[in-house]
């Protein structure tokens, strides 16, 4: 039987007329018509006012950072349970990250760590909705209000994801989205960054196109472009946002394959997960989940290498996630923890992430869910 791989991208079919289209046409830079496609894609999915189209979900949140004028020495609050670039995006501009701990079931970054972490030096906050399921917005839009702070959402795994029926990613100062290989919609490499901001949404035009205003000469409203601004290149090109469209036109379908996974999972384990101690994903009221990705919270440390070990020895692949960014080398060169970040700790060891694609077939699903109910939980 063949391996059961962990991730695999999906195509839905026009990716590669788009790309023949794109490269018989004379614009392979950035900003051609198929990125302004994409972009009309995304504010129709999203309803954010601006969306700028980025190579990556990293450069998505370095030009944040510049965005949110962070400065050497400014200290950016985020939680020890993100991926590197959460950080390193802030490390770009030679602020401090300044790491929390998260909430025990959402996983997400708890306001009120947040808020015991703030001092005179606080300028943003940069969260993460892990999943896609929305962190508690409420309360750290009311923290961000009340200490001047700005706040920007990491997006990565949530695009389709709603709190209370808004998109995430448009709730903060800005929102960021990855298109990478292994998310729902996929770009190889690639990233969006929303903007709600007029003033910054110009700004962002040009920090991302090497500081100059060629946006504005493209669309014919300055005779000739200049360096206006600080600035590095963040455009994808115009062959790869083919790709991207081809795939945002197949959300729904992508949407449905993936939640198809994640439904069966959640529903299928529950016996199990209930007598062997494991928690399944959690998903608090008023929230949507994007299906990116399905969890399970295993009694121990013992079990998280017992289930990924028992599923391996059945050829199907499950992880680990994040490691705490606070004890990681860099996070510990770069930024601080305040306090301990104990509840971090304890889920990174714990969590297994099971399989989810839309190419999954039934049977596929079948074999991870039968690979899963046969592990008996050690301790
Ligand atoms: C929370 C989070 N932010 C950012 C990224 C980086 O995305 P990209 O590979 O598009 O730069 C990832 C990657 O998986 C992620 O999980």
Not at 49 to 72: M, Y
Not at 88 to 113: C, K
Not at 278 to 293: C, F, G, I, K, T
Not at 319 to 345: I, K, M, N, W
Request: proline share 5%; with cysteine.
């Amino acid at each position: 039987m063949a391996r059961l791989l962990f991730s695999v991208p999906y195509v839905t079919g026009s990716e590669s007329t788009y790309v023949a289209q794109a490269m018989a046409s004379d614009h392979w830079q950035g900003d051609g018509p198929f990125t302004r496609r994409a972009v009309a894609l995304l504010q129709q999915l999203t309803a954010a006012r601006g969306v700028i189209l980025t190579t990556s979900c990293t450069h998505a949140l370095e030009l944040a950072a510049v965005l949110v004028g962070l400065k050497p020495g400014d200290e950016v609050i985020c939680p020890s349970f993100t991926f590197s670039s959460t950080a390193t995006a802030i490390v770009s501009r030679g602020a401090v990250p300044v790491f929390v701990d998260i909430e025990p079931r959402t996983l997400n970054i708890d306001p009120a760590a947040a808020e015991a972490a703030i001092t005179l030096r606080t300028k943003a906050m940069f969260i993460l909705h892990y999943g896609g399921v929305a962190a508690d917005l409420d309360q750290l839009l009311a923290i961000a209000d009340r200490y001047g702070l700005a706040l920007v959402e990491d997006n990565a795994h949530g695009l389709g994801a709603r709190f209370r029926g808004r998109h995430l990613g448009t709730f903060g100062t800005l929102g960021t989205q990855s298109f990478h290989e292994t998310k729902n919609v996929a770009m190889g490499e690639g990233g969006a960054l929303l903007v709600q901001d007029p003033e910054l949404l110009a700004r962002a035009e040009i920090v991302r196109d090497k500081g100059t205003n060629r946006a504005r000469f493209w669309r014919g409203e300055i005779d000739k472009y200049t360096w206006v601004d600080e600035g590095s290149s963040y455009l994808p090109s115009d062959i790869l946002a083919a790709v991207l469209c081809a795939q945002l036109e197949g959300f729904d379908d992508i949407q449905a394959k993936r939640m198809h996974v994640w439904d069966r999972y959640d529903t299928e384990l529950a016996d199990w997960a209930g007598r062997s101690g494991v928690d399944q994903m959690y998903v608090p009221p008023e929230r949507s989940q994007p299906a990116h990705l399905y969890v399970l919270m295993m009694p121990s440390a013992e079990d998280q290498h017992g289930l990924i070990q028992h599923l391996r020895e059945r050829d199907v692949v499950a992880t680990f996630h994040y490691q705490p960014l606070d004890q990681s080398p860099a996070g510990l060169a770069f930024g601080r923890a305040p306090e301990p970040c104990t509840v971090t700790y304890d889920r990174a060891a714990r969590l297994v992430r099971l399989p989810v694609y839309a190419r999954m077939t039934d049977a596929d699903i079948d074999r991870v869910i039968e690979g899963v109910t046969s592990y008996t939980p050690c301790c």
